[in-house]
């Protein structure tokens, strides 16, 4: 289930970039997205053009998703991808919220950071467990 779950998280990104939100600050840059005043964050009012992190999220799932097909034969074990795909989707993530403008804050790191992290060192414990249970003789 994890393939096709990463191919609707991409579609869904588009999403994003349909409804102008989940955008990053203010950029030149040319693959930049232009965003309507009413869909401005406060204080970013004067800006037009803003970082497309929909667009950066969606180029890491392809990334990740080509990882997971290029190696499906090397992971036999049951639920490798799942974990993987919860490793590498936290680790996207967590560096993801570093371009928005539009995150909540617990700290000096947004939620979705925090969120990021417990799943990256869940994924990372369970997913040595599976791989030490698989192990033993």
């Known amino acids: 289930i994890v393939m096709p779950v990463i191919l609707g998280q991409i579609i869904g990104r588009f999403g994003n970039f349909v409804n102008q939100e989940a955008f990053g600050p203010p950029t030149d840059l040319p693959w930049k997205m232009?965003?309507?005043?009413?869909?401005?964050?406060?204080?970013?009012?004067?800006?037009?053009?803003?970082?497309?992190?929909?667009?950066?999220?969606?180029i890491g799932l392809i990334i990740l998703f080509v990882i997971l097909r290029l190696f499906r034969d090397r992971l036999k074990l049951s639920g490798s991808r799942f974990w993987i795909y919860i490793i590498g989707y936290s680790i996207l993530r967590y560096f993801v919220e570093?371009?928005?403008v539009d995150s909540d804050f617990w700290g000096s790191l947004t939620v979705a950071q925090w969120g990021s992290l417990v799943l990256i060192v869940i994924g990372v414990i369970l997913?040595?467990?599976?791989?030490?249970?698989?192990?033993?003789?």
Request: proline share 8%; no cysteine; hydrophobic share 40%.
């Open 34 to 58: 232009w965003v309507a005043v009413n869909n401005r964050p406060t204080g970013f009012e004067d800006f037009a053009y803003f970082h497309p992190t929909f667009l950066y999220e969606v």
């Open 127 to 137: 997913f040595n467990l599976r791989l030490k249970s698989k192990l033993k003789p």
């Open 98 to 100: 570093y371009f928005r």
